[in-house]
């Protein structure tokens, strides 16, 4: 009795969301987790799995594939989980995460359910779920009957929590200490036609990274008033340590590039602080922001949607709040 | 080159999203109906595709018949024909949804499927990838820059800071996201075209999958209205001291 997790490396370590998904893995009380690392074995972090409860680590070194192709990924799951015997093959619900999983769905033929939040195994094949719909803006229940659950972990709706503490909507118990851990040099047979999508990497722009993992993000909407208009909007997010977010109205009109939209087909932040200047806040711009632990609008509209999202507001015309804020906190 | 563009009609959503008493579709009494923004995307680049190499783009829906209005939003900005794949209001599943697409696909001979990375309503994220492997095609998704190749084409994404490059020999399917152009707004002789054009139909077979929608419904949230700092510049130093507090600065 096996979970498989697909898991991501960001540098040296495992990447948040796929702790996340690792946190929702080990709640489903298998015996077994185990986690399925593209890299060379020297590089596996073991120890910070072992961390989250993690039994086994199936390694697939470069020697036997290289690179990322989704869809030699979802074979290579698709042989470890027959292998194992899985009841549940998960990831993180990435863009490489969604995608692998999709390709495993189609060739095992089962259903996937994409960006769950909650998942608990209900006897025999049945799982009950909740999952994101509109990008979060909606909850849906669903039922999922497969002999191997497939599926993918909201990257923003569930917490990671290492072993030594319960898993949220786990049963509190006491304290597991982490046991060792397994780790095994997994060689995968590959045909061909898993490998003709293949990405060839290189250094990208800088830009949309950032606004995915910044501490503070500085958003400006069709309040900014322009292209020109953002200079004040830079010059804050520098002095916050933070980054500039825009709202879908700017990139449509071609003030700003798409790569820093905030929103449901934009980036999802989740920052210690949102500032959102000028934004009314269409549903579409909450489903990219609403992972923020803290949000205060700038707005000259008192009934604006974005203030039954905000924690403060201002009420006001941003080309005065903001040189102001910018002049008090340089004064400090 | 012939293209096939997939797109789904949508309620569209501004400042609020509510569910039915029964909980099973959004509340769409006060809203109209859209495409995502990604399938936007996807109708003005297969038309920038045939403008430069030929060919032609037609339009796909699967939906209810008032899902004709989206389809004739695609043909005003340039697609040249437009298939209903007409449902009974039940909603399809991605297996389903896939294998009704493929069954057209098959029929014309497309050189090449774009669809929006994920539907703005299910989200499920992998029409496009079991479409491709019902057809047996390769498939790039959430795709933010395609170019047409001698042999294939190439499209790339970014992937935690790095720019991921993928080349594809043709037919191959491809998922988009918003950003990969601005799409045009449609002309006056494209609406007028389009309002013309004729639509052709079929009834695809629904079929129950493994994965069952029970309810819907608004997650609680934690937030309540904002507390107003004040007004315009003097409420600056308040909003410093909370800034204080939280730990920003």
């Known amino acids: 009795m096996t979970v498989l997790c697909l898991t991501e490396l960001d540098g040296a370590d495992p990447a948040d969301a796929s702790l996340r998904a690792l946190t929702l893995g080990r709640s489903l009380g298998d015996p077994s987790l185990a986690a399925v690392v593209f890299a060379d074995s020297a590089t596996v972090p073991a120890s910070a799995l072992a961390d989250y409860g993690v039994t086994d680590v199936y390694v697939i070194e470069p020697s036997a594939l290289e690179g990322y192709a989704p869809q030699a990924w979802a074979r290579v799951l698709a042989g470890l989980a027959a292998e194992t015997g899985a009841t549940a093959v998960l990831a993180a619900g990435t863009d490489r995460g969604n995608e692998v999983l999709a390709h495993l769905g189609a060739i095992t033929g089962l259903p996937m359910a994409a960006n769950c939040t909650l998942v608990t195994p209900d006897g025999g094949r049945t799982h009950r779920l909740v999952r994101h719909r509109w990008a979060g803006l909606l909850l849906e229940d669903a039922v999922m009957e497969a002999p191997i659950a497939l599926f993918t972990v909201a990257t923003d709706a569930v917490s990671s929590v290492s072993a030594a503490l319960p898993a949220r909507g786990a049963t509190p118990g006491p304290p597991e200490m982490p046991a060792a851990i397994q780790v095994h040099v997994h060689k995968p047979e590959l045909a061909e036609a898993d490998l003709v999508v293949r990405a ?94 803290h949000i205060i609008a700038i707005n000259t509209d008192p009934g604006a949607p974005i203030l ?17 804020l910018v002049e008090a906190l340089r004064a400090r | 080159m012939e293209i096939l563009v997939c797109v789904k009609r949508v309620p569209t959503v501004g400042g609020k999203i509510a569910v039915t008493p029964d909980g099973q579709e959004v509340d769409t009494r006060m809203s109209g109906f859209s495409i995502s923004p990604h399938e936007e995307c996807a109708v003005e680049e297969a038309v920038q595709i045939t403008e430069q190499v030929g060919g032609s783009v037609s339009v796909l829906t699967l939906g209810p018949e008032a899902a004709i209005e989206q389809l004739r939003g695609a ?103 918003e950003g990969i152009n601005l799409p045009r707004y449609p002309s006056l002789p494209g609406r007028l075209r389009a309002k013309r054009a004729a639509v052709e139909r079929s009834s695809p077979a629904w079929a129950a999958e493994g994965l069952r929608k029970e309810a819907l419904r608004v997650p609680a949230s934690s937030k309540h209205q904002a507390t107003v700092l004040g007004n315009g510049a003097d409420a600056v130093p308040e909003l410093v001291r909370v800034l204080d507090e939280l730990g920003i600065l």
């Open chain 1, 200 to 293: 060839v990497e290189s250094p990208a722009g800088a830009g949309g990274a950032s606004l995915a993992t910044a501490r503070v993000v500085v958003g400006g909407g069709r309040g900014v008033g322009g292209a020109d208009g953002f200079a004040p909007l830079e010059e804050l997010a520098d002095l916050l340590g933070g980054v500039v977010g825009v709202s879908r109205v700017v990139t449509s009109e071609g003030w700003r590039p798409h790569k820093q939209q905030v929103g449901q087909t934009g980036t999802k932040i989740t920052p210690e602080l949102y500032l959102a200047c000028g934004i009314s806040g269409a549903i579409q711009h909450i489903a990219g922001c609403a992972g923020a632990k």
């Open chain 2, 75 to 177: 043909l005003a900005l340039g697609a040249g024909r437009a298939v209903l794949l007409e449902t009974d209001g039940r909603e399809f599943g991605p297996i389903a949804t896939a294998s009704a697409i493929a069954a057209e696909v098959r029929s014309h001979g497309y050189d090449l499927v774009l669809l929006g990375n994920e539907a703005a309503d299910t989200g499920d994220y992998q029409v496009g990838v079991r479409l491709a492997h019902e057809l047996g095609w390769p498939v790039a998704t959430g795709i933010k820059n395609l170019s047409v190749a001698a042999d294939g084409v190439v499209a790339r994404r970014e992937y935690r800071g790095v720019e991921e490059a993928y080349e594809l020999p043709l037919p191959a399917v491809i998922t988009v996201k």
């Open chain 1, 308 to 324: 039954a999202h905000a924690d403060y507001a201002i009420i006001g015309d941003l080309h005065q709040v903001i040189p102001a």
